[in-house]
């Protein structure tokens, strides 16, 4: 198995710096070592239960629902090869359109003796409190699955708390997924309008991050829903980009969400043009 808990230490600091000795400096400081706190912990308990829910997880995907990744051997090959590339940061970024669709993208881009093996790269989640963290054994549970629960709409303050976190552990070298638009898109195609600026904005605040665009969707999904049929093939296509962009503050933040969903639109329109 990869590096333990004690393996890869923080990165300098990246996000909060300030000028040392000032009010603005110390909160920042604040934050940083209590995010660090409650990622130690929850990265070690889930480590530790690896073998378990990620061994749990492909067995239930695979043989319970009957899924199966089409192509997975050439996507889990070019997605080692991306990773090959560069060591920056790496945020994956995928449309949404079921309540499992990060077990699927983690599925598509590496086998569950891949993730024992590169357990920091297996991307953290941050699922909607109100989908998954609804009950004590449920957020148990998200809790050792790699998950940091947001509350979409929710207070300021714990949306920003959410986001400062993926942050920090992108700063660490870890990996996260988020989906651009926020939610599961209602009409079943990856909607520019519904760009999350959440993700702009941690693009925007660590440096060199690359974006993993995974687009996924399964051949007999029509639309949004909670799961893929039963028995369906997921169809999966990654690309790596890394946005820029010149504007500051929260134009910066849309314009860099707004390439990245781009993207999966880009994607998504090759997927339905190679289906027809």
């Known amino acids: ?21 000032t009010p603005e400096a110390r ?56 990773r090959r590339q560069s060591d920056a940061p790496m945020l994956v970024c995928a449309n949404h359109l079921t309540l499992i669709d990060s077990f699927l993208v983690a599925w598509a881009l590496g086998s569950a003796f891949y993730w024992l093996r590169h ?15 609804r009950t004590p054994l449920s957020r148990m549970l998200i809790y050792v699955a790699k998950c940091i629960p947001i509350t979409r709409g929710g207070a300021r303050e714990g949306v920003g708390d959410v986001l400062e976190r993926v942050k920090y552990l992108l700063g660490r070298g870890e990996t996260a997924l988020l989906f651009p638009e926020a939610g599961r898109s209602r009409s079943g195609r990856v909607e520019e309008n519904a760009a999350a600026w ?45 946005p820029k962009s010149d504007a500051r503050g929260v134009r910066r933040s849309r314009d860099l969400a707004l390439q990245i969903v781009r993207e999966l639109m880009r994607m998504e329109a090759e997927y339905f043009r190679a289906r027809q």
């Open 1 to 21: 198995m990869g590096s333990g808990p004690s393996g890869s230490q923080p990165r300098s600091d990246r996000i909060g710096a300030g000028a040392s000795g």
């Open 27 to 82: 909160v920042d400081s604040g934050l940083a070592a209590r995010h660090a706190r409650q990622h130690v912990r929850q990265r070690r308990v889930s480590w530790l239960a690896a073998p378990l829910w990620i061994g749990v997880s492909a067995l239930v995907m695979r043989f319970r629902f009957g899924y199966r990744i089409a192509q997975a051997r050439s996507i889990r090959a070019r997605y080692r090869a991306i």
């Open 119 to 133: 357990f920091d790269e297996l991307p953290w989640n941050t699922p909607e409190s109100t989908n998954f963290a």
């Open 198 to 242: 959440g993700v702009g904005r941690i693009v925007g605040a660590v440096p060199r991050c690359r974006v993993l665009c995974v687009y996924l969707r399964g051949r007999r999904q029509e639309t949004w829903g909670d799961y893929p049929a039963r028995g369906d093939v997921m169809d999966v296509s990654i690309n790596c980009i890394e």
